[in-house]
């Protein structure tokens, strides 16, 4: 079974411009989340969407935006790029609404790099 | 504010050897602790969830424990391989408002030398 993939793998932009990045959940899981992370840092919250439906957002501006689709895998999409927004974007899938009993599977994750 | 803090941030032992990590938080109400591993550039992995009636927990080499009251946990690693080379991060979770977080630690980054 294939796990959680992401594309790209890797990924340099110019500030301004606007990048999406794509998560495939493992096959049966309904919900996905994303992450941002910092070199040197634990990751940071930044969207959980479950059926298809925003079910939590972090601390991050407007710039950054999400969806899922109907087959459950879902894009995040960040406009007008900054160099502080350079990280490695973590997706993770779970079978349903994060909670305490769940667990979440992260993928390789897509390494942004903003010049 | 709901934090949670590691130490030491990195650690370099000789293979074969034993180490602790630790983890303290602030987080409020707890819902649960997870361990995770990192390897550089790839996603973390799950080592162990603990909830607050736990007190030590094991998967192979790793075991974890927690104090609820004290608000500490701590991973061991028995008899360290090379393949432990890794972050650890300690993520702890709670439920507000029906939402369920995940609040992250800032991660150990374990080097093992042969």
């Known amino acids: 079974d294939a796990g959680v993939t992401q594309s790209p793998t890797h990924l340099i932009k110019t500030r301004g411009q606007q990048v999406t990045l794509r998560c495939s959940p493992i096959?049966?899981?309904?919900?996905v989340s994303w992450y941002q992370q910092v070199l040197g840092q634990g990751p940071q919250f930044i969207f959980q969407?479950?059926?298809?439906?925003?079910?939590g957002r972090g601390n991050f501006p407007d710039r950054f935006s999400a969806r899922q689709f109907p087959n459950y895998s879902s894009e995040l999409n960040v406009n007008a790029l900054l160099l502080g927004d350079s990280a490695l974007y973590l997706c993770?899938?779970?079978?349903?609404?994060?909670?305490?009993?769940?667990?979440?599977?992260f993928g390789q994750g897509t390494r942004l790099t903003v010049v | 504010k709901n934090q949670v803090e590691q130490s030491p941030q990195s650690l370099i032992i000789l293979e074969g050897k034993n180490c602790t990590l630790q983890?303290?938080?602030?987080?409020?109400?707890?819902?649960?602790l997870r361990w995770y591993k990192q390897d550089t550039g790839r996603g973390p992995v799950s080592l162990t969830i603990?909830?607050?009636s736990e007190n030590t927990k094991s998967n192979g080499r790793y075991t974890a424990t927690l104090d609820a009251d004290t608000k500490q946990s701590s991973l061991h690693i028995t008899a360290s391989q090379l393949s432990d080379s890794a972050s650890y991060i300690c993520?702890?979770?709670?439920?507000?408002?029906?939402?369920?977080?995940?609040?992250w630690g800032a991660g150990t980054k374990l080097i093992i030398k042969p």
């Open positions: 993520v702890v979770s709670l439920t507000l408002d029906s939402n369920y977080q995940l609040i």
């Open positions: 603990m909830t607050f």
């Open positions: 993770a899938s779970s079978t349903s609404r994060l909670n305490k009993n769940t667990e979440a599977f």
């Open positions: 983890c303290n938080y602030t987080v409020s109400p707890f819902s649960n």
């Open positions: 969407y479950y059926e298809k439906e925003e079910r």
């Open positions: 096959s049966g899981h309904k919900s």
